[in-house]
């Protein structure tokens, strides 16, 4: 590692540049959170089960995006990649999670009871830990179907996600690098 990397800084600057990478995006996260559970969604019956999921899944594909390019460009990768990820996971998990009220709003015979948002937010999490308790459980061909996206989501964010962050974490640093 260069001289002027993130060991070679003083302690202070570590700790606060660490206290940086976990603050912001806990604050985000919590804010992700707030908003899911703040927002009306009870006039989105009419709403698109398909149309919200291809929305969420383009504003959360848009998000990492942006959080590899912001790694890649980044002082200190690694702490971006933290703070990328951080930020990130929740926004997926939110998205699913929204789908989910709003399909089950919209028909509630779709899952084996009518889902609230903590129902869906605790179906979701179900759903990627992949514990798959069984006391939540998509009944119609469209949950089926969005359950069955994140599925594949979840295992595209955890095999290629881990791999993408790591190589634009490299990148930065070899661009860090030839720049210094």
Not at 19 to 25: K, S
Not at 115 to 143: N, P, R, W
Request: charged share 15%; net charge positive.
């Amino acid at each position: 590692m260069p001289a002027d990397g993130f060991a070679a800084l003083p302690k202070a600057d570590r700790n606060r540049l660490l206290r940086r990478a976990v603050v912001r995006p806990a604050c985000s996260a919590s804010l992700l959170v707030l908003a899911y559970f703040l927002l009306p969604m009870w006039n989105l019956q009419s709403a698109s089960a398909l149309g919200g999921l291809l929305v969420g899944l383009a504003l959360v594909g848009a998000l990492c995006a942006w959080q590899v390019w912001k790694i890649v460009h980044a002082r200190y990768p690694g702490l971006q990649a933290v703070e990328a990820l951080a930020l990130a996971l929740p926004a997926y998990l939110l998205a699913f999670a929204t789908i989910y009220v709003v399909t089950s709003t919209s028909t509630p015979s779709s899952f084996t009871e009518p889902l609230t948002k903590l129902d869906s937010l605790y179906f979701t999490l179900v759903c990627f830990s992949t514990v798959g308790f069984g006391d939540i459980t998509a009944v119609s061909e469209t949950a089926r179907a969005i359950v069955s996206v994140q599925i594949v989501g979840n295992l595209v964010l955890l095999a290629v996600g881990v791999r993408i962050i790591t190589a634009a974490v490299k990148a930065g640093q070899r661009r860090r690098e030839s720049d210094g």
